[in-house]
């Protein structure tokens, strides 16, 4: 008999093997272990008490992951995972994980769910715009290895990792908004295996980065306005590379923004996938 609950009493060993069963024929690989599980939810800020699990007599067949937080100083839920495995889809599961969702997100005053999902995911997009979701944005997502060093573009440029960073000052650095996991919220959550990079002269920060050292995700990254053509991009990411993994992953870049795609491309870095950035209101 399928049922559908909350996530608060499954373990994480449950939470990782239908995870990984659900998204075993994904567009994208997704191998999910205890380590990284630990860094998304603390990323994400995921919480299982606003996260589904469909069941079928008690075994755990489908999940929908929620994080908890503020989008534009407004109450949020942003959706972190949802995933069937094979045998269980096309039943409705999402809307009916959604059911039973949206009444518990009413009751702490959200009325907001965001999520991203693979453009060419047909089936995913078409259920989601059953519930209500419409899209925002396209974003692209870039991956690509630094082959060789950047030399520092002027004397007295400092390229060092930083225990924190001047995060009232970083949206002045952007070319877009940033996607839920991308925020500043969720890099100082995520602070544990993240990498805070500066670039400095004479004390003012110039540019900086915010990266996964081991698994290469940049997190968030920006080069001030004012010193922007100076070599200070290709020195952040050169820097940011060299602090573990060379193989650099940049997700979610607005497709809007040729600056920032024009700057990744002649890095030569891959766009190996674009999402569809959507809203649900209710």
Same mark, same amino acid.
């Given at each position: 008999?399928?049922?559908?609950?909350?996530?608060?009493?499954?373990?994480?060993?449950?939470?990782?093997?239908?995870?990984?069963?659900?998204?075993?024929?994904?567009?994208v690989?997704? !191998?999910? !272990?205890?380590?990284?599980?630990?860094?998304?939810?603390?990323?994400?800020? *995921?919480?299982?008490?606003f996260?589904?699990?469909?069941?079928?007599?008690?075994?755990?067949?489908?999940?929908?992951?929620?994080?908890?937080? +503020?989008?534009?100083?407004?109450?949020?839920?942003? !959706?972190?995972?949802?995933? *069937?495995?094979?045998?269980?889809r096309?039943?409705?599961l999402?809307?009916?994980?959604y059911?039973?969702?949206?009444?518990?997100l009413?009751?702490?005053?959200?009325?907001?769910?965001?999520?991203?999902? *693979?453009?060419? !995911?047909?089936?995913? *997009?078409?259920?989601?715009?059953?519930?209500?979701?419409?899209?925002?944005?396209?974003?692209?997502?870039?991956?690509?290895?630094?082959?060789?060093?950047?030399l520092?573009?002027?004397?007295?440029v400092?390229a +060092?990792?930083?225990p924190?960073?001047?995060w009232?000052?970083?949206?002045?650095?952007?070319?877009?908004?940033?996607?839920?996991?991308?925020?500043?919220?969720?890099?100082?959550?995520?602070?544990?295996p993240?990498?805070?990079?500066?670039?400095?002269?004479?004390?003012?920060?110039?540019?900086?980065?915010?990266?996964?050292?081991?698994?290469?995700?940049?997190?968030?990254?920006?080069?001030?306005?004012?010193?922007?053509?100076?070599?200070?991009?290709?020195?952040?990411?050169n820097?940011?590379?060299?602090l573990?993994?060379?193989?650099?992953?940049?997700l979610?870049?607005?497709?809007?923004?040729?600056?920032?795609?024009?700057?990744?491309?002649?890095?030569g870095?891959?766009?190996?996938?674009?999402?569809?950035?959507?809203?649900?209101?209710?």
């Open positions: 008999m399928i049922s559908i609950s909350a996530l608060t009493r499954i373990t994480s060993a449950q939470l990782i093997s239908t995870f990984n069963h659900a998204f075993s024929d994904y567009i690989p997704v !191998n999910l !272990n205890s380590f990284i599980l630990k860094q998304k939810m603390a990323q994400e800020n *995921i919480r299982l008490e996260s589904a699990g469909v069941f079928d007599d008690g075994r755990l067949v489908g999940l929908m992951l929620h994080g908890i937080g +503020e989008v534009n100083d407004e109450p949020a839920a942003y !959706n972190g995972g949802t995933g *069937i495995i094979p045998e269980y096309g039943r409705g999402v809307s009916r994980m059911d039973f969702l949206k009444p518990l009413e009751q702490v005053g959200i009325q907001k769910v965001l999520l991203e999902v *693979i453009d060419t !995911n047909e089936r995913a *997009i078409s259920a989601y715009k059953k519930v209500g979701f419409r899209r925002l944005r396209m974003l692209d997502c870039f991956k690509g290895e630094i082959l060789h060093p950047v520092v573009p002027d004397p007295g400092t +060092e990792v930083a924190e960073l001047p009232a000052q970083l949206p002045s650095f952007w070319n877009y908004r940033p996607t839920w996991q991308h925020t500043i919220a969720a890099a100082r959550r995520g602070h544990g993240l990498k805070y990079l500066a670039i400095k002269e004479k004390g003012q920060l110039l540019a900086y980065g915010i990266v996964n050292a081991g698994t290469g995700r940049a997190v968030q990254y920006g080069v001030h306005p004012a010193h922007r053509r100076r070599g200070l991009g290709r020195l952040l990411f820097s940011l590379a060299s573990g993994n060379p193989r650099i992953t940049v979610n870049v607005d497709g809007e923004d040729e600056q920032s795609r024009q700057f990744f491309q002649g890095m870095f891959e766009c190996y996938v674009r999402q569809l950035e959507m809203e649900w209101r209710f």
